[in-house]
């Protein structure tokens, strides 16, 4: 099994910047695909940024250009730059590992999750 535990939420004014962070515990962390998701309040969980095992990385289009993802092997970390933050991107943010060289956007393809992290712009 893996535990993922992140950090780095927090609040911030429009156009700043967070770096969320990932720790993940479990073997073979160079084998499993991570991903960062967020949701809000009565809304679907929505994929934001994700990174297979070799550091190939894939945005949602809302983010694309603003928010970078990045892995330490390691370090068993995978963290989410995010810079030009929009009021629209407050929300929970949650860190979600899969076995496999894959990576996606679809929360369903996912079977480990760490507890959220909020963030808050304003």
């Known amino acids: 099994d893996v535990q993922l535990v992140e950090s780095g939420g927090g609040s911030v004014e429009t156009g700043g910047s967070l770096r969320l962070s990932c720790a993940a515990s479990?073997?073979?962390?160079?084998?499993?695909?991570m991903a960062w998701f967020r949701q809000g309040p009565g809304k679907e969980r929505e994929g934001v940024a994700s990174?297979?095992?070799?550091?190939?990385?894939k945005y949602a289009d809302s983010v694309k250009d603003r928010f970078i993802i990045s892995r330490d092997n390691a370090k068993n970390t995978v963290a989410l730059q995010m810079n030009g933050l929009k009021p629209e991107d407050t929300d929970v943010y949650y860190c979600?590992?899969?076995?496999?060289?894959?990576?996606?956007?679809?929360?369903?393809?996912?079977?480990?999750w760490g507890e959220g992290t909020q963030v808050t712009v304003s």
């Open positions: 990174i297979d095992t070799d550091g190939n990385t």
């Open positions: 479990g073997d073979n962390y160079d084998r499993y695909s």
């Open positions: 979600a590992a899969r076995f496999g060289i894959i990576a996606t956007l679809i929360p369903g393809r996912y079977t480990y």
